[in-house]
């Protein structure tokens, strides 16, 4: 069995200096963490709050999931902070599934990625610049779309540049994006006494499945912190520096999360919290006039702009990874050393995201079609992750682990539940969508190419 960073190490043919065909430590901690809250921290925080403050029924049931969501994604930091540090590898979660279960799995895995999980996130970011990029200047009837096209056009074209290029842009896109979101929460905290009071209805409670569909979305809001396992390899400092770079991420994410809700619900009040359409846009209106609604409307495009590029940034490395395992995707392998980029992986990754956004634009709405299409094949594997401590645990005992997840086997095994809940409750709200089908079309696609390549494989070697 081979794993990527192993055969990444062995079996170059180049004649270049091996450390320059194999990811190495460019990135600082830094590096590593903007990226990561730059995935997480995306427009999502300006659609959520209002779906979860109708959801939990009043501010203080709100504020709790918003923790409790904190707390959730700082167990799940410290599960995959074991593997990132046990295994650092410009896979992340495939070289992990593969270690646990095998090329075969690693492979349907994958095959999600590039197809459904990273493309379709990369397509939903797309969409959602594109609606308030088109709020400005409507380039017509699919003009979202193609501002999502042009945005993977452009994003991908600058990390062909190379890592150092893309990673200080990442730096000032994610400080600037984190800098809007607090303007939302600062003009909220200005408008404080405008409203009337923010604690109506305090001591009512919502039932347990309206809580756990506000987990789903707080949780979805969260998502994308595990990304930062896909730049293990890269970063300067060992094991504790990843270690740092989870933990600092989640503590930064979770933070700025807990003011900016705060703040929105300062500046409007529970009940029209609950009621508007435009949350940080009417925030900042209301506290700076037109002008100000029109800045943080091309805030928020930066912010979608932001979690577009960190997404593609660690999506192609998996492509990156699968093109050194399997010999009919070699071309996907190769690693453009002084650049630090795998630019074949990068160009795989924007023909496909462009492929989805076609498809999105051909629907009602491109963003829900996105959620729809990638959230039940990303939580089944994402639980898979979770799962594979244990299997490693077990299988791999030898193996030096310069972090091991704290209160084992509690914490691992609550974040696996918790991936188990969300995904029945994305199959559930999914599954009478077209989207949903498309998806499962697509990995039963990816079944068939694995067993044409296994059958392949055995006639080469002569068994079964």
């Known amino acids: 069995m081979s794993f990527a960073l192993d055969s990444a190490a062995t079996d170059n043919v180049s004649s270049k200096p091996a450390s320059l065909d194999i990811p190495t430590p460019t990135l600082s901690v830094w590096d590593a963490t903007m990226i990561t809250v730059g995935i997480v921290i995306g427009a999502g925080i300006f659609q959520t709050p209002t779906l979860i403050a109708g959801m939990a029924g009043s501010p203080g049931w709100m504020f709790a999931v918003w923790m409790l969501g904190g707390a959730l994604s700082f167990v799940g930091a410290l599960t995959y902070a074991e593997l990132a540090t046990t295994y650092p590898s410009a896979g992340g979660d495939y070289s992990f599934l593969t270690r646990a279960y095998g090329r075969d799995v690693s492979f349907l895995f994958a095959w999600a990625r590039s197809l459904v999980i990273v493309t379709g996130s990369i397509a939903l970011l797309g969409f959602i610049l594109g609606d308030y ?11 979202s779309a193609i501002y999502a096209a042009l945005a993977v056009i452009l994003l991908t074209a600058i990390n062909l ?4 290029s893309s990673s200080r ?4 896109l994610t400080i600037v994006e984190i800098s809007g979101v607090l303007l939302v929460a600062v003009a909220g905290l200005m408008l404080h006494g405008s409203v009337e009071a923010v604690t109506p209805a305090a001591t009512e409670s919502p039932g ?15 998502g994308g912190w595990n990304e930062a396992a896909y730049v293990s390899a890269e970063v300067r400092g060992g094991p504790r520096a990843i270690v740092r770079s989870l933990l600092l991420s989640i503590a930064i994410i979770t933070l700025v999360y807990l003011f900016f809700v705060f703040g929105v619900l300062q500046g409007l009040g529970f009940d029209q919290l609950k009621e508007t359409n435009a949350l940080g846009v009417e925030v900042v209106q209301r506290a700076f006039g037109t002008t100000g609604g029109q800045i943080v409307g091309v805030l928020i495009a930066i912010a979608a702009l932001t979690s577009m590029n960190s997404t593609m940034l660690v999506g192609a490395r998996t492509n990156y990874s699968v093109g050194r395992d399997w010999p009919i995707f070699a071309f996907m392998g190769g690693w453009k050393g002084e650049r630090s980029t795998p630019s074949a992986g990068f160009l795989v990754q924007a023909a496909i995201a462009l492929a989805l956004i076609f498809f999105g634009a051909l629907e009602k709405d491109g963003f829900s079609t996105m959620v729809e299409f990638t959230a039940p094949v990303f939580w089944f594997f994402f639980m898979l992750s979770g799962i594979a401590v244990f299997v ?5 005992p030898s193996a030096p682990r310069p972090f091991r997840v704290p209160l084992y086997p ?9 991936c188990a809940y969300l995904l029945y409750s994305s199959i559930t709200y999914a599954q009478s969508k077209n989207a949903a089908w498309v998806a499962l079309a697509v990995m039963a696609s990816g079944v068939v190419v694995w067993a044409g390549m296994r059958l392949r494989r055995d006639e080469v070697t002569g068994d079964g």
Do not use: E, H, W
């Not at 347990?208 to 969260?222: E, P, R, S, Y």
């Not at 490693?392 to 791999?396: G, N, Q, T, Y």
């Open 133 to 143: 990029l088109t709020r400005i200047l409507s380039l017509g009837p699919y003009s």
């Open 161 to 164: 540049v190379g890592l150092r």
């Open 169 to 172: 842009m990442q730096n000032v």
């Open 208 to 222: 347990a499945g309206a809580l756990g569909l506000a987990m789903v979305f707080v949780l979805l809001t969260f």
């Open 392 to 396: 490693l645990r077990s299988k791999d």
């Open 410 to 418: 509690a914490l691992p095994l609550l974040f696996v539940l918790t």
